[in-house]
């Protein structure tokens, strides 16, 4: 149940952006640029950085939904717990090693990124183009689960799900999710 009264017991984060479109309607087009836009990130692996740093926030809401995407795309379910136990252990590529180490920095201790961190994802064969992409993912997830815990929004496994399927198929452009949200869960205000 959300904090506030019109966020009934399954709330979701649409009853959010859509019960205030003014305030939140130019997050629709950055999400999608972010999470679908041309990277040399694949899709797979900005969805596992938005799990990652929704799993060191501790964002239930966020994880849930995002761990499912990032599933429907291939990843191992066991990724995100590895990740958060070793970095130098976990079944990742090399190259991707001083990217996940990175966004837990900039999630964790921000104000202690130095230039020595942008290096290492340099020197590993991304270039600064990806670096961006890398702080655009992980500063939006932040955002999204200050936005969910502050909120009180917790998700629930059929949210996880189906959320999960429609966003892997269709993204998260705007009207598709509106309307597949009124059509699966309704909106009331």
């Not at 017991?9 to 999608?32: C, E, S, W």
């Amino acid at each position: 149940m959300g904090f506030l009264s019109h966020l009934g017991p399954k709330a979701h984060m649409l009853d959010v952006i859509l019960g205030n479109r003014r305030r939140y309607k130019h997050m629709d087009a950055f999400t999608q640029n972010v999470l679908r836009g041309k990277s040399e990130l694949s899709v797979k692996d900005r969805e596992i950085i938005a799990t990652y740093v929704s799993a060191l926030n501790a964002c239930s809401y966020c994880s849930g939904i995002h761990a499912e995407v990032a599933k429907n795309f291939g990843m191992d379910e066991n990724l995100i717990g590895q990740l958060l136990e070793s970095i130098e252990n976990a079944p990742i590529q090399d190259k991707l090693k001083p990217v996940f180490k990175y966004v837990k920095k900039l999630t964790l201790t921000p104000s202690m990124i130095v230039q020595s961190d942008v290096d290492h994802i340099l020197k590993a064969g991304w270039s600064s183009a990806t670096v961006e992409d890398i702080v655009a993912v992980t500063a939006l997830f932040n955002y999204y689960n200050r936005l969910m815990d502050g909120l009180g929004l917790k998700g629930y496994d059929e949210i996880f799900k189906e959320g999960a399927g429609f966003l892997s198929k269709r993204g998260y452009a705007m009207p598709g999710p509106v309307a597949w949200y009124l059509k699966n869960f309704g909106f009331k205000k």
